[in-house]
């Protein structure tokens, strides 16, 4: 929205207003405005929701003994993505298909994220809506989604898959992309849903492997930088680091308040949201299968649940003390704090091998 005050300082003639032609200094505004939105409207939105919902969010019976989060809040993820919209909105340029498909994206799934926390708390159960009705609903996003990228890109990489370590390399998917960018969106979704069990553990690994995206959108959408690093140019897509700096910063405002002990958790409204964004960006700047690599900790969790259940239901036997994985480490003795700075670490190192990908070709 501020990107239209250039008009006020013409092209090549200075002043203040020239700034918000710059990528990264709107980007500098869009983190500041969400971590202060963050830090300001944080506490009395965490007082609200525990008014709200009085008892928090229902805990597990079975799995490590979490009895000392009892009325804990849930939905926090409000506060993460309304930081974000507001300045995503106010320091983007609102004339960029890409940051609305990316916001689009990332609203729905906070929509189906909340109405699955309402039915929770409401309840008082696990038993929020129906697995079913999610994911059908994550599917019609993901596939909405996977549609308007594909128009959105240049004619000679739509509905293609970029291959990393290997330059100008394309696969043409054709109908098939729709399907494949449908699963990435979902995929990142439902790992980082997952992943979200302890205070601060999925958050901070959505903030590296967003600023990770944050530096390829940047790269991706100038065409000097794509041309001497040998990827493709997609026109567009740098403004997405606008969106990402907003979302680290809300991100950092939100974990001023899930740090352990939380006094707020993220909720699937965070969480599935968070992952549909990254799954979107993914898809616009074609390193689908980069975020596979930033995001291997999601990817790793999400795998150990599948590799749980199917191994139970055909053995009646566990290959995990408990899935997901963080889950597994609590039981074998592991402190919160000790899963959650290890698997940041982990997330980073995921995260610099991913950088890496855009030299070695």
């Not at 601060?200 to 944050?214: D, N, Q, R, Y």
């Not at 609590?330 to 959650?340: D, L, S």
């Given at each position: 929205m501020l990107y239209w005050l250039t008009n006020l300082s013409p092209e090549g003639a200075g002043g203040i207003f020239n700034l918000f032609r710059y990528i990264t200094f709107r980007a500098g505004a869009a983190f500041f405005t969400a971590l202060v939105f963050g830090f300001i409207f944080g506490r009395p939105l965490i007082n609200w929701l525990r008014v709200k919902q009085k008892k928090g969010q229902p805990l597990r019976e079975i799995g490590p003994d979490h009895v000392h989060k009892g009325g804990t809040p849930t939905m926090g993820g409000i506060l993460i993505l309304s930081s974000l919209a507001i300045s995503t909105l106010l320091w983007a340029r609102l004339d960029n298909v890409y940051v609305w498909i990316v916001l689009l994206v990332t609203a729905a799934f906070a929509a189906i994220g909340f109405a699955d926390d309402y039915a929770k708390v409401k309840k008082y159960t696990h038993a929020g809506v129906s697995g079913r009705v999610r994911m059908a609903l994550g599917l019609a996003v993901g596939i909405a989604a996977a549609i308007a990228v594909a128009q959105a890109n240049p004619p000679a990489l739509s509905g293609q898959l970029a291959l990393p370590f290997v330059k100008n390399a394309l696969i043409d998917l054709g109908l098939f992309f729709i399907p494949f960018a449908m699963l990435v969106i979902v995929g990142a979704a439902n790992a980082v849903n997952l992943t979200d069990g302890?205070?601060?553990?999925?958050?901070?690994?959505?903030?590296?492997?967003?600023?990770?995206?944050?530096?390829?959108?940047?790269?991706?959408g100038n065409k000097v930088f794509?041309?001497?690093?040998?990827?493709?140019?997609?026109?567009?897509?740098?403004?997405?680091?606008?969106?990402?700096?907003?979302?680290?910063?809300?991100?950092?405002?939100?974990?001023?308040?899930?740090?352990?002990?939380?006094?707020?958790?993220?909720?699937?409204?965070?969480?599935?949201?968070?992952?549909?964004?990254?799954?979107?960006?993914?898809?616009?700047?074609?390193?689908?299968?980069?975020l596979a690599i930033v995001g291997g900790l999601f990817v790793v969790e999400a795998l150990s649940v599948i590799i749980q259940v199917a191994y139970f239901k055909r053995t009646g036997k566990r290959v995990f003390l408990m899935a997901p994985i963080h889950h597994h480490f609590?039981?074998?003795?592991?402190?919160?704090?000790?899963?959650?700075i290890r698997f940041w670490i982990i997330a980073?190192?995921?995260a610099l091998i991913g950088l890496s990908t855009l030299k070695l070709r």
């Open positions: 302890l205070d601060g553990l999925a958050i901070g690994p959505v903030m590296i492997a967003a600023g990770t995206f944050g530096v390829i959108a940047y790269l991706v794509a041309d001497y690093l040998g990827v493709h140019f997609v026109p567009g897509t740098g403004e997405l680091l606008v969106f990402v700096s907003a979302l680290i910063g809300g991100g950092l405002g939100f974990l001023w308040y899930n740090a352990p002990p939380a006094a707020v958790f993220m909720g699937d409204t965070g969480s599935l949201a968070l992952g549909g964004a990254l799954g979107a960006i993914a898809i616009c700047v074609k390193h689908e299968v980069v609590e039981k074998k003795g592991w402190a919160e704090p000790q899963i959650v980073l190192v995921l």
